[in-house]
């Protein structure tokens, strides 16, 4: 028999998912995709960091400019001593430019050449603050701090622009060494949480692991239970989904075993019966004996074929597909009544008036097929054991809350000591005179209980015979939800009184 696993090739790729990887993946995907966002905010970040205590360099070098630009009379007057423009070429790494000009372009010290703001950002700024601006000069990027130097009221025309420039090499360096400082640890850190999550999860999978290796260890044959004593609060859904369905297979396997010993049991007979009339027909020349010898094998296959219906109609009660089947409404009346129509030839040509009462409909929650056998089991238990000319009457009463079947007949009888043995399997009381396997009454014990009854069988207090009883939970429809109220009033009067 070839392995359905390796023959499903879905079913194969399923079986290569690890639990394992899966989780790993998901745990460290995310962090390989944060990782480069995370360079590119350091970087970013790391510049703004770099540029600050430049940025403020560039305004006190504005600031000292400005102070030495004085306006006499409309016109301005710059002093501004070789020390401080030595000051200001004393950087080694960048370059330090600067430039005072008038609003005309005219240059009135400072570097040649050295790009001035737009025009557009002349309006709207206030002189004395100081601003931040970036441009290129010479292929170089420049770094510009400016503001603007004016009379109280003056107009545009007449204001003073200082500017100061450097290049970014010192804010670069700057910015790359917070950078590699953040970033090269994260070369240690990153492989060191790979590992720790990793030794993380193997010991967090240590109980899955050990619920596997328990799962394995256990004989084919054992089906008890897994004990939850041990078992995450994360696995016990699982364990106890494997439990159930362990106990379902317990019930299931219980029956099928029942039905081979049953059937064992109860087949040799028969069979030994057929094969020995099948010998003395066959020794037999005489017509009228050959004759007789198939009338006795016809009954005693008829009689194996009714046993092996009854044992196949026991094995679907107790653990086969009618139990799994949802349970619906039935009128159980209705069911009844069609059950006596088709035993009312089987009744006539024993001579038994075979009858049926019921006071209305009777619905119940159940399986049709399960109740069909019932009623079959349990009228043909009482047509044969009740003699030509006797009585047989298929009762249902309902009631607000139960609904009750009821088959009596004026046959032979029952003891109060047999009462409840009858429903074993293959108990026939000691004085049946007739055929049967002990079958029907089991079978009619096993449905009543799948639908929360008990099948009972007492002597008839009318006289002779008997009364199999049973009964069933009735089933009403719901209530219909209140109407709503048609207008305020209602809702008004509905509504308690508020104050005293």
């Known amino acids: 028999m070839s392995d359905p696993w390796q023959s499903n090739p879905a079913a194969s790729a399923e079986t290569e998912r690890s639990l394992f990887g899966e989780i790993l993946d998901w745990m460290l995907a995310p962090l390989l995709f944060v990782w480069p966002l995370s360079i590119a905010f350091t970087h970013y970040f790391a510049n703004n960091v770099a540029n600050y205590p430049y940025d403020q360099a560039l305004r006190e070098h504005v600031t000292a400019i400005a102070r030495q630009v004085k306006l006499i009379n409309g016109k301005p007057v710059l002093s501004l001593p070789a020390s401080a423009r030595a000051l200001l070429r004393a950087d080694e790494t960048d370059s330090v430019y600067f430039h005072v000009l008038t609003r005309d372009g005219k240059l009135l010290a400072g570097d040649k050449g050295i790009p001035s703001p737009a025009a557009e950002l002349w309006q709207g700024a206030i002189p004395g603050e100081i601003y931040l601006r970036d441009a290129e000069f010479n292929g170089q990027d420049l770094r510009f701090a400016y503001t603007y130097v004016a009379e109280a009221q003056a107009p545009l025309d007449r204001w003073i622009l200082i500017e100061v420039a450097e290049t970014t090499e010192k804010r670069t360096q700057l910015a790359n060494k917070i950078v590699a400082s953040v970033i090269l640890p994260q070369f240690v850190i990153i492989p060191l949480a790979v590992m720790l999550v990793w030794f993380g999860l193997s010991r967090g999978l240590r109980p899955l692991n050990r619920l596997r290796k328990t799962i394995e260890s256990r004989d084919p044959d054992d089906l008890s239970p897994i ?90 009660t107790e653990g086969g597909e009618e139990q799994q089947q949802p349970a619906v409404v039935v009128d159980l009346a209705r069911l009844m009544r069609e059950s006596v129509e088709d035993w009312v030839m089987v009744a006539i040509e024993r001579g038994i008036d075979l009858g049926f009462e019921a006071n209305g409909e009777a619905m119940i929650e159940g399986r049709p097929f399960l109740l069909r056998e019932l009623a079959k089991n349990l009228i043909d238990n009482a047509l044969r054991y009740t003699p030509r000319g006797g009585h047989v009457t298929c009762r249902i009463v309902t009631n607000p809350q139960t609904i009750v079947l009821e088959v009596e007949d004026d046959g032979i009888g029952i003891s109060e000591e047999h009462a409840e043995l009858v429903f074993e399997r293959f108990y026939r009381v000691d004085d049946a005179t007739t055929e049967g396997s002990g079958l029907g009454l089991a ?17 008839n207090p009318a006289g002779k015979g008997a009364i199999a009883r049973l009964v069933f939970t009735a089933w009403n429809p719901p209530p219909p939800p209140p109407p709503p109220p048609d207008d305020f009033s209602e809702l008004y009067r509905q509504s308690p009184p508020i104050g005293p």
């Open 227 to 316: 004990a939850t004593r041990r078992v995450p609060e994360e696995l016990e859904p699982l364990v106890e989904a494997f439990n159930e369905m362990m106990e379902r297979m317990k019930k299931n396997v219980g029956a099928q075993q029942r039905f081979v010993a049953d059937a064992a049991h109860q087949m040799r007979t028969p069979l030994t019966g057929l094969k020995t009339q099948a010998q003395f027909a066959m020794r037999e020349s005489d017509p009228e004996a050959l004759r007789h010898a198939l009338r006795q094998i016809a009954t005693g296959v008829d009689r194996a074929g009714r046993l092996v219906n009854q044992l196949l109609t026991l094995a679907r």
């Open 443 to 459: 079978i009619v014990q096993e449905i009543a209980v799948l639908h929360g009854s008990r099948a009972s069988l007492r002597p």
